[in-house]
Structures are given as C-alpha cells and as structure tokens.
C-alpha cells in the first residue's frame, strides 16, 4: 500500500537554528515528490517537485532532497515567517496524489 | 484574478440546508480537484476532473455533488451534511498530460472553512 509519512509532527525553532523535516514513502513506482508550504487557514503554496532519487532543489532558505526512500526539507537560519505547516506529497505509478499529515514548524525570534 | 480563487472563504450551514462551493482557476490547467482538510489529518482528495469528465471519486457520500460546466470553473454542491463533514474544502488544478505519466504539479486555492452545525 502506498504510504507517505513525515516527521517530526511538530518541530520548534529558534531564528538562525537550523533542521531537517522528514518525508518518507513507500510507493509503487515514484512518478514524483512534493512539497507544499501551508500557512494557518490557506492553501498549500507549492515549493518544490523532485523526480529522482539525488535530485536537489533550492529556494531561498529552503533546501529539498531526495533518496530513493525519503526526502528532507532543509531548513538554513531560518526566520519567524518560515513558520508554517509543510507538506509532503507523493505520485505513484497509478497518478494519485498521496500527502503525509504534514510538520508544524515554529520559528520563534 | 490569478492563480486559484474558492468562494465562499467561510460558511456556515445547517444539517437541512443546501449551499454550492465554487473554483476557478485562471492558470489554463484542464483538470481540477476537490480535497477535504481536516484538523490533524492528511488532505483526502475527493473528486478529480480532467478535460471536464470525472475520472475519480474516493467513495465520497452523495451529500456531496460535483459539476465541472468547463475546464475553469468546478463546483461542490451540498446538500443534508453531517456535523463532521466540518472542515476546510480545498479546490486544487493542475496541466495533466493527455497520455502517459502523470507528473503534474497541482496548485491548490485558499479554501472554503465550512462549519455544519
């Protein structure tokens, strides 16, 4: 059974402390890996899509990488608004879209 | 407007009443999507659209009515909702190919916080 899991549920940080949010799957066939970011009462805002395994993106403070089964989201310095709600998202070989419950982040001044 | 707009952004209904949701999407995608967002929960898609025809629906309970009249607009119409149909109903698009993988980003809209008293 395809399953998406990400840890920690909950993380606090310090300003300028920086993490690693955890994404780990299991899936038939990975046809694709993203990650959202979610702030209280809105929308996920897409961040990233990675499709195989090495594969790393960058925005910003934020950095996505990919293994063959799991991915990080790294966190550099982060600041008081890169706290949110982040998502994971994976599409198997059948085209759905499976997301992980997701990791509350705080960053704290 | 850009992106993917959802009204009403809140609504509160009684258990009787029958209210419609409403997407649009101004990105040019052809396939739309319902998800339901519930506290403490990962999103549960519901149904999905491509080019307008219904080609997914997660057992969702006939309280929930999709219509998708054209590859821009979709609707949720509901009608006789349970206490714990309660949650945040999100509307997402996305440019599906015609054949092959599918390995399309979905953009999601601000959402609609539904409350059935």
């Known amino acids: 059974e395809d399953q998406v899991t990400q840890s920690p549920e909950a993380l606090r940080l310090q300003e300028g402390e920086s993490s690693s949010l955890n994404c780990s799957y299991t899936v038939s066939g990975l046809r694709g890996l993203f990650w959202y970011r979610q702030d209280p009462g809105k929308g996920p805002e897409f961040l990233f899509t990675?499709?195989?395994a090495g594969e790393e993106k960058e925005k910003e403070r934020l950095k996505a990488t990919l293994t063959k089964k799991e991915s990080f989201l790294h966190i550099t310095a982060p600041k008081p608004e890169d706290s949110a709600t982040y998502l994971c998202a994976v599409r198997s070989n059948t085209g759905k879209l499976i997301f992980g419950q997701g990791t509350t982040l705080q960053v704290k001044p | 407007e850009t992106g993917v707009t959802q009204t009403p952004r809140h609504l509160v209904m009684g258990m009787t009443n029958k209210k419609s949701l409403k997407c649009e999407q101004h990105?040019?995608?052809?396939?739309m999507y319902w998800y339901k967002q519930s506290a403490k929960k990962p999103l549960e898609l519901m149904f999905v659209y491509n080019f307008k025809e219904q080609t997914e629906n997660n057992s969702v309970p006939s309280r929930f009515s999709p219509e998708c009249p054209n590859s821009s607009h979709l609707f949720l119409h509901l009608h006789t909702l349970q206490p714990e149909d309660s949650a945040l109903y999100l509307c997402a698009s996305s440019q599906a190919p015609s054949s092959g993988w599918r390995t399309d980003t979905q953009y999601f809209g601000p959402g609609t916080r539904l409350t059935v008293l």
């Open positions: 990675l499709y195989s």
């Open positions: 990105l040019g995608h052809n396939a």
